[in-house]
């Protein structure tokens, strides 16, 4: 094993980008992960602790001095600083502040002032602006003194006030004659997004328009920064992951390397939230037990009630989500959503309805038991659609994350209204 | 309702901008969606055309003839036309290029070459390259004559038979010397992409290396093409959906908004295997009618130990499957996950084991019961969460989407487990 870390020292220190460092760092169990974060070039540390996913990029840095982290991250962008600091606890962070040169540190605690998950937090405030009322010929002056971003596709005009005024690409730039006005050949169809918009509708601007980098204004429009599809790219992916982890109970930042006691801990809160509603569930199964006792088929029956309700419920909660994360759903067209739902409850249950009757007759040869559950599998798809469309609304409403919580209710609701419907019925007519 | 619609007519054609009139037109019902669609404006559609899900796009594609296609897409870039002509049936797209004018037919005919889900089908092969042994100024001189891409921010460098050399930043264009040599200035850190690579490695490298467009080459490295960023956006976006979609056995292409039969018989599939697979369950369980009818606590019982099973497995599932999209999880690591989520199993299996089993005895005052059914708990976690891990890898070697998939099967596992090894524990111990 030791000649394999020192291969990868040696890879890591030679070969690799700090992307890519970054992504073998987390591929790798705690032990190996320490042994070779020692072991990155340190000027190359800044770079991949900003590639770190969170949980791990703040187990290396309660590591590390306040002295180190400010030596470790000068070379790295403002933005990134910002957002490793905002996951820092606040006196640590504090800290590395005090310990930062001045015009910098103004700079990231001018980041630090907007929330983490808004244009505001997702913005660097480095950018190169230009005025719009001089010539093609004095920007191109003004551009090569400057210090410029790596990645530049467009520059941002703005009046004597600093208000947003239109863009003006690099291209444009190129090939317009030296002495046309900026005001008069920029582009404004780029519209300026407020730094206090949800990153996720940040990143739903950037899909549909697709942009590569977006001004960014306060409220009296004042351009105040600018963000780049690199950020945006890492919050589509964090969106879209939350919700598949959420729907099994899962923290999308949880390290799939984290120790395994950890790791147990944040899935075991989910076992047992899913215990107690197996439990609610049970407890209505067990109020039939007389029923059962009589009839043993309802046992074995119950359960496929249960899941067939839990399917179809699964079904459309994950197409609401998504549609929700999307932007296509929204309380604008709910009602015509649930419509639509509705009719494919109805035909998929009177359609697998009959099928499981026709399977109960076979195998049991009672109609009376294949009408009982045929009832049963038709009301508890219907009340399962119904739940799953109206649940994220109105969990949405109450600040409660949808694909968290509503697989939990939607589960617990299918499997009571199951058995309650199965057993009742049953209870009422075959005995 | 009349008059709802004339206001949206209005808005779709003085306000919106393609990719919004788009998001609209997937929003809404399908009969509105063909009245809006004949109020956008003509020199739009081609946009809003690229814009639209794909099962849309055919939509329309379908009610227009081959002339109407080429006259509305004539302005859409030759990637976006690729991709369209590659959703439509082979003679319908057949016709549309022989109307092309024939060289932008032959461009479309060779990114059509391409498999759509890989580097050659996310490509343009309508590009700006500079020659290596030039002077800056002679590039300025060059590119003032050209059309450039909207949104340029580096180009490709190549030597005089193509082969791709390296990339020259536009600010790099802007700040160096005239008389600068390109390839003494040139940045070599961007790899070129082989035009055959998969779209989600290419995803992976435009995440990890925070691009903005990527060359692509063919097996000789000759550059052939340019990834730009907004493509990769939607390939992130769709592979992240996938997952979730696929987990809950939805089609991500299936339109929100599509007519309730084609949805019903997409989402009847699913609960039709789902319901195969509830059987198999069911016709362990009827094995042990004997026994239920003995002691019905067992019925009540069982669906708790199935449903524990369910909830450990689909977690593990989601991380193997979440993993393995990132690029963390693979064949190198795979024996290191194994032990690591086995430990977990254990852990969470051994700690609600005993919570289940301190229920049991509060409820019906029976230690044997308790017992049977916490060693029943134990053995189905364990074996929901090796099958969660074991299963992605084994469907992905056989080419089956293991997110698809593995959600049956798992349960199908955790179901039958979960009976098998409570009832049949109770049958040997309890009766």
Redesign the interface.
Same mark, same amino acid.
């Given at each position: 094993e030791s000649s394999n870390i020192s291969d990868a020292a040696n890879i890591i220190q030679q070969d690799l980008?700090p992307?890519?460092a970054a =992504?073998i760092l987390?591929?790798?169990?705690q032990k190996v992960r320490h042994l070779l974060w020692g072991l990155v070039n340190e000027e190359d540390q800044g770079e991949v602790l900003t =590639?770190l996913n969170e949980d791990i990029q703040q187990q290396f840095l309660e590591e590390m001095s306040a002295e180190e982290i400010v030596e470790t991250t000068q070379e790295i962008d403002n933005d990134d600083l910002a957002d490793i600091l905002q996951q820092m606890p606040t006196e640590a962070s504090h800290r590395v502040l005090q310990l930062m040169p001045s015009e910098e540190r103004s700079q990231v605690e001018g980041l630090l002032a907007f929330p983490e998950d808004t244009a505001g937090g997702l913005m660097t405030n480095r950018m190169v602006n230009i005025r719009g009322d001089v010539t093609i010929e004095a920007v @191109?002056r003004y @551009?090569?003194k400057k210090k410029?971003?790596?990645?530049?596709?467009?520059l941002w005009v703005v009046d004597r006030t600093q208000h947003y005024q239109g863009s003006l690409?690099? #291209?444009e730039?190129? &090939?317009s004659p030296p002495e046309a006005i900026i005001s008069e050949i920029m582009d404004t169809?780029i519209k300026a997004i407020e730094c206090t918009l949800h990153e996720d509708k940040v990143a739903q601007i /950037?899909?549909?328009?697709?942009l590569?980098s977006a001004p960014v204004v306060d409220a009296d429009n004042i351009l105040i920064g600018r963000i780049t599809?690199?950020d945006?790219?890492?919050v $589509?992916?964090d969106s879209?992951?939350h919700? +598949? +982890?959420r729907?099994?109970?899962?923290d999308e930042e949880s390290d #799939? /390397?984290a120790p %395994?006691?950890k790791?147990?801990q944040q899935?075991?809160v989910? @076992?047992?939230i *899913?215990?107690a509603t197996? /439990?609610v569930?049970?407890a209505v199964?067990?109020r039939f037990?007389a029923s !059962?006792?009589q009839i043993?088929?309802?046992?074995?029956?119950?359960?496929?009630v249960?899941? +067939?309700g839990g %399917?179809?419920g699964? &079904?459309t909660? #994950? @197409?609401m989500i998504?549609?929700m994360a999307t932007? =296509? $759903?929204?309380r604008a *067209?709910l009602s015509? $959503?649930v419509l639509?739902e509705m009719?494919?409850a109805v035909?998929?249950g009177a359609?697998?309805a009959s099928? !499981?009757a026709g !399977?109960t007759v076979a195998w049991y040869g009672q109609w009376s038991l294949a009408l009982v559950i045929a009832a049963a599998i038709l009301v508890n798809i219907c009340i399962a659609v119904l739940s799953g469309t109206l649940l994220p609304f109105i969990l949405k409403s109450a600040r409660i994350d949808p694909a968290l919580s509503g697989s939990v209710i939607l #589960?617990t609701l299918t499997?009571v209204f199951g058995f309650l419907t199965f057993l009742g019925l049953a209870t009422v007519y075959l005995l």
């Open positions: 980008s992307p890519e =992504h987390e591929s790798c169990p =590639h @191109l @551009l090569r410029l971003p790596k990645s530049l596709d467009v690409a690099l #291209t730039l190129l &090939q169809s /950037f899909e549909r328009d697709d590569v599809i690199d945006v790219v890492d $589509i992916r879209a992951d919700n +598949m +982890m729907l099994a109970g899962l #799939t /390397f %395994i006691l790791s147990s899935r075991a989910w @076992l047992g *899913n215990m197996a /439990f569930a049970a199964m067990s037990e !059962i006792a043993v088929a309802l046992a074995v029956l119950s359960p496929v249960a899941s +067939m %399917i179809a699964s &079904q909660l #994950t @197409l998504r549609g932007g =296509h $759903i929204s *067209n015509w $959503i639509r009719g494919v035909i998929n359609l697998w099928v !499981i !399977i #589960t499997d």
